[in-house]
């Protein structure tokens, strides 16, 4: 089982950043994608950056948020962050962080549903 919490979502104004948290604990190693989605109301729930923990190779929604959104990890906290910067009000929604594994094969996941493990979500406004 794999717990994960979600924190550092607010409310910015467009062009400002924001850091997001994803603390993991219970069976999260370093075999495990740590994904990042978000959910805008009445959408469905998209991709946004994951993270291999054990290479920190990362990949990236790359309409959207490539080159604004970085997604990275802290091993002593067990930690994955999303940092967001020069941030549009189209980036307003729910966060989720998610994590998948363990995982042997060399492939990215970029659907929710590949996904086993959720947070509760940290909301995200961006203003213009």
């Known amino acids: 089982q794999v717990r994960l919490v979600e924190s550092g979502g607010g409310l910015v104004q467009a062009g400002g950043s924001l850091r997001l948290s994803c603390a993991a604990s219970?069976?999260?190693?370093?075999?495990?994608?740590m994904g990042w989605f978000r959910q805008a109301p009445g959408k469905n729930r998209e991709f946004v950056a994951a993270?291999?923990?054990?290479?920190?190779?990362?990949?990236y929604e790359p309409d959207s948020v490539k080159g604004r959104f970085t997604v990275s990890r802290d091993n002593a906290k067990s930690t994955v962050y999303l940092q967001m910067n020069n941030l549009r009000p189209e980036d307003t929604a729910v966060y989720y962080c998610?994590?998948?594994?363990?995982?042997?094969?060399?492939?990215?996941?970029?659907?929710?549903?590949?996904?086993?493990?959720w947070g509760q979500g940290t909301q995200v406004t961006v203003s213009s």
């Open positions: 998610a994590a998948k594994g363990p995982v042997y094969v060399r492939r990215e996941y970029r659907r929710a549903d590949e996904y086993e493990y």
């Open positions: 993270l291999i923990w054990s290479a920190s190779t990362t990949y």
């Open positions: 219970g069976r999260a190693n370093s075999f495990y994608h």
